[in-house]
């Protein structure tokens, strides 16, 4: 069973940067295929983008191309997620998440990391 | 980029059966799986249905999935509903580059 723990809650200022760390367990690290995605207060899911450590594939979803960049540790297992160039809009809960080796389907979630944007 | 459309919200009485669609804008939606996910309101999404129309172990055969070529359409149909149905639910399907979420639906039984 994979396990992915997040770091905590961030406060930031408007145009500063953020990262995110994602922790795995319980499986092949470098076989994953980590995604982010972030939910606003009251919206919904919107996917921002992939890594695929094995391969070093990375995939960024265009409405994040230039502000946002993830990584991967294979020596800690932990991916990374640091959205730049901050606005209020930003402010979401931000999650990592991986299918099982067998299928697409988003079955592991992390806790979930509230980053909040304010002046 | 394509997009899956949800319907913002529906509801229906215990007991009864409800179903969500979800429509892709463009690119066939039987080319890339459909995959469910049910949010309570303070939870991390869970998997309801995946590749379409298979359900994780778990879950009731209460939820089903189904694809339509003709309406480039999934469909997630919950039947004999519960109170605890009363969820976000969400489609999620692909292409070769990007992943695509729905927008949401709001399910009220009452």
């Known amino acids: 069973q994979v396990q992915l723990v997040q770091s905590g809650p961030e406060v930031k200022k408007p145009g500063s940067s953020v990262k995110v760390s994602c922790k795995a367990s319980?499986?092949?690290?470098?076989?994953?295929?980590i995604t982010w995605v972030r939910q606003a207060p009251g919206q919904g899911l919107e996917w921002m983008g992939r890594?695929?450590?094995?391969?070093?594939?990375?995939n960024y979803a265009q409405k994040f191309q230039g502000r946002v960049t993830i990584t991967a540790d294979k020596s800690t297992s932990t991916a990374y997620m640091e959205l730049s160039s901050l606005r209020s809009e930003d402010t979401a809960v931000y999650y990592c998440?991986?299918?099982?080796?067998?299928?697409?389907?988003?079955?592991?979630w992390g806790q979930g990391t509230l980053v909040t944007v304010s002046s | 980029n394509f997009m899956l459309t949800q319907p913002h919200s529906v509801s229906e009485s215990p007991g009864k059966t409800v179903t969500i669609s979800c429509t892709r804008s463009?690119?066939?939606?039987?080319?890339?799986?459909v995959h469910w996910y049910q949010q309570r309101p303070g939870s991390v999404p869970t998997t309801v249905i995946y590749?379409?129309?298979?359900?994780p172990s778990g879950v009731p055969d209460r939820f089903s999935g189904s694809i339509d070529s003709s309406s480039n359409s999934a469909s997630l149909t919950i039947s004999g509903l519960r109170t605890e149905d009363e969820a976000d639910y969400y489609c999620?399907?692909?292409?070769?580059?990007?992943?695509?979420f729905g927008g949401g639906t709001k399910l009220t039984v009452l």
């Open positions: 998440v991986t299918p099982p080796p067998t299928t697409t389907s988003f079955d592991y």
């Open positions: 890594i695929i450590p094995i391969v070093g594939t990375v």
């Open positions: 319980g499986g092949t690290f470098s076989s994953y295929a």
């Open positions: 999620h399907s692909s292409d070769s580059r990007n992943q695509v």
């Open positions: 463009s690119g066939s939606i039987a080319t890339n799986y």
């Open positions: 590749e379409d129309n298979q359900r």
